[in-house]
């Protein structure tokens, strides 16, 4: 029982690292697409 709880965070918690990595990824594709565009005006 304990090592499935143990289990069941640990996957919680890669589940949460990917969706912060993903958040993150799509915010620095975004950012950076503004700072291109107002560097070429």
Do not use: C, G, H, P
Request: proline content about 0%.
């Amino acid at each position: 029982m304990r090592l499935n709880s143990l289990r069941s965070v640990t996957q919680n918690w890669y589940s949460l690292l990917i969706i912060v990595m993903f958040a993150l990824s799509i915010n620095t594709i975004l950012n950076s697409e503004r700072l291109y565009k107002r560097d070429q005006q």
